[in-house]
Structures are given as C-alpha cells and as structure tokens.
C-alpha cells in the first residue's frame, strides 16, 4: 500500500516564502502544481495544511488578502542618569606599594630524576628574572621601592635517613647544603636585587625538614637547618644595611608576624595543620581561625602565607585570606604519597598597597627549568 507523505517547505526558505505570498490568491493551476510539489492529496489537503501550520488562508473571490499588520514600535525614554565625574588617580598612583615574595620547599640536597642543587640554581634565578619583571609591571602604576621575602621553611632537606628521605634521595649532608648551595646562591640573589630595590627584608620560619634530630627532645629547639641557614645568610648580608633578616623570637617559635605596608601577614611553614584524608585545605581553615583566636590576640594579622603542601592555592578563610606556596622541587615522592598529588614548582608574588591591601597576585611558575 503507498504512503503519501505531504509536507510544507521550510517557511523561512525561498520556496516557503513564495509559497505564503502567493497561496492565498494563487490560480487553480497553481494550486495543483504546489499540491503535486508537496505531496498533498488534493487542493483541500494543502489549504488544511497552510491553514493549520502557517495560518494563512484563502482570499475569497473578488477580496484582496489582507496585508500583514506592522509590529507595534514601541518609544520607551531613555532614564534620566546623573553624571558624576570619577576621581582619577595620576599616572603612577597613590601610595607606594611593597613587594611580597614568598620563597619555601626549595629541599636543597633532595634529588629526583628532574631535580638537584644545579635545577634549583637555575630556578632560583628564573625566580629573579620573574621577581623583577612583575615589579617593573607595577611600577608603571605606582612607586615599588621595597621587597619582602618571607621564607617559609624547607629551604633544606636535611639528612636523617629513613625521615626526611630514602637514602638514594640525598645528593648531600645538611652542611653542604647550606653553606655549599644555599648560602651562596641566595648571597648573590639579595645582592643582585638590590640594583632594584631599595630595601630588601627577609623573613625566615622553619620547616620540619629542617629539624635536625626530628621526633625527637633531645637537641635545642633552636636545632633547625633552616634556622641555621638564616643566621649564617643575616651574618653574610651584615654589610648591607638596606638588607634587613629577621628570625623568630624567643628560641622555638616557629612563626612570625610582620607588618608589610600597614597590614599584618603570619608567616608559618605549615607543618603544624593536620590534613583530613589527605587533604590538607580544611586542616589550614580550621587552623588558621584558631591562631586568629590565639596568636592573632596579642599579634593580629590580616593574612597569612604558609606552604609545606608544595601545592599552590588561595583560600578565603572566614575572612583570613591565606596564600599557600608552591616549592622549587618536581618528582618527589612527597605529595604524591600524602595527598596523590605532584609537586608544583610555583612561588607566590603579591603586591600590598597601604590602602587597599593585596592589589595583586601572581603564581611564578619555575617549571620551565628542567
């Protein structure tokens, strides 16, 4: 048995707009044609379709098809709006700003297969070139004369086997760690810098990499390669007075709040937050509201900067902006076990205006240094 299938052309295409012009004083040949062309039964069929879909209809015998209505034009007046002139602020700004660069995790004497003393060498100076691209960036906004580098801890690995590390992993002791890498390298990345800024202050905190008998209460709580690695950086930079180092006070404080530019930052490595299912981000919430209520009583801070994860990322802590740093190290077995994350070589760059608090922030990524 044969199917008829009888269908209108699309309306909006050549034919369908022929076909809605014409339809409705079309000749009987016309109409014959058109039910032929689109498959209807007979001329009824077609006026049924036409009627049905496009709403359009015969014009009786001597009548002329009523012409399209024109849409309603509606005016509608524009509101009245009051003008007010903007203040401006001049070509370089308002207020000098001051430069924040968090520095941590560099695990000097860790190697990896992508990773040893020459790779952090070079990575910190890529950091450098960064550092001073930015600050010439914002310069062109507003006065930048001083840097800050909080140093987060973790600067060294340390050397107890089977805590800090496998054997295989260790390129070095803790000693030539710091006086054969760290030392010179950083000697040489503050001096350098100064052709820049006009001060330069550095603030240092330990890492638990740096605990030199870990687990353990039988040393000084001032036994920290990291702290060691300050002092011996301090006394080096001595005859430089625009170069300020200030390490924790009294003897095993692992913490410091400083102010930068009229706000308050803690600056902690972080091995005290506990992670929850691997996870270290709550830990860092949930401990950062209880410094606030503790530390922040008698030294109160507006942020924090902390690291340890080597994993970069910006939390709002009920209202405690926190910067989380990334590190210097890549492949290392650290994150990957803990969190199932890698390593992340990217350090944190803020800028702090008076005014406004942290007006910016960058990520450095150092990971282009293999």
């Not at 309306?11 to 039910?35: C, H, I, Y």
Request: glycine share 8%; proline share 6%.
């Amino acid at each position: 048995m044969a199917v008829n299938i009888a269908y209108l052309p699309d309306r909006n295409s050549a034919k369908g707009k022929e076909l809605a012009r014409l339809f409705p004083t079309a000749s009987t040949e016309q109409l014959d044609r058109w039910v032929k062309e689109f498959g209807y039964r007979g001329r009824d069929s077609l006026a049924g379709a036409m009627r049905k879909s496009w709403r359009i209809t015969r014009a009786k015998i001597g009548e002329a098809p009523a012409p399209a209505a024109d849409p309603e034009v509606r005016i509608i007046p524009a509101p009245k709006v009051k003008i007010k002139p903007l203040k401006q602020e001049g070509k370089r700004g308002e207020g000098e700003e001051v430069q924040l660069q968090d520095i941590s995790d560099a695990h000097v004497g860790l190697q990896t297969p992508s990773y040893n003393s020459k790779v952090f060498g070079k990575r910190l100076e890529l950091l450098a070139d960064r550092i001073v691209q930015l600050c010439y960036l914002h310069r062109k906004m507003r006065p930048i004369k001083k840097l800050v580098t909080p140093m987060l801890g973790d600067m060294v690995q340390g050397e107890q086997y089977g805590v800090q590390g496998y054997m295989e992993e260790f390129e070095m002791g803790a000693e030539e760690q710091i006086f054969k890498v760290l030392l010179p390298k950083f000697t040489d990345f503050y001096i350098n810098l100064l052709q820049i800024y006009e001060t330069i202050e550095i603030d240092g905190v330990p890492g638990n990499h740096g605990n030199i008998q870990r687990r353990s209460q039988i040393v000084s709580k001032r036994s920290n390669w990291d702290t060691v690695f300050y002092r011996a950086l301090k006394d080096r930079l001595s005859n430089y007075p625009q170069i300020t180092v200030n390490i924790p006070e009294p003897a095993g404080q692992w913490y410091l709040v400083r102010e930068i530019n009229g706000w308050n930052f803690l600056f902690v490595h972080g091995d005290q937050m506990v992670s929850y299912q691997g996870v270290p981000f709550y830990g860092i919430e949930r401990r950062s509201q209880r410094w606030k209520q503790s530390i922040g009583i008698d030294e109160p801070f507006d942020f924090m900067s902390t690291a340890h994860v080597h994993n970069p990322n910006f939390l709002w802590n009920n209202g405690i902006p926190t910067y989380v740093n990334g590190c210097f190290i890549t492949d290392s077995p650290f994150p990957l076990v803990r969190m199932g994350l890698k390593d992340v070589p990217q350090q944190w760059s803020l800028f702090v205006n008076r005014k406004y608090g942290v007006t910016a922030s960058y990520r450095i990524d150092l990971s282009a240094v293999k």
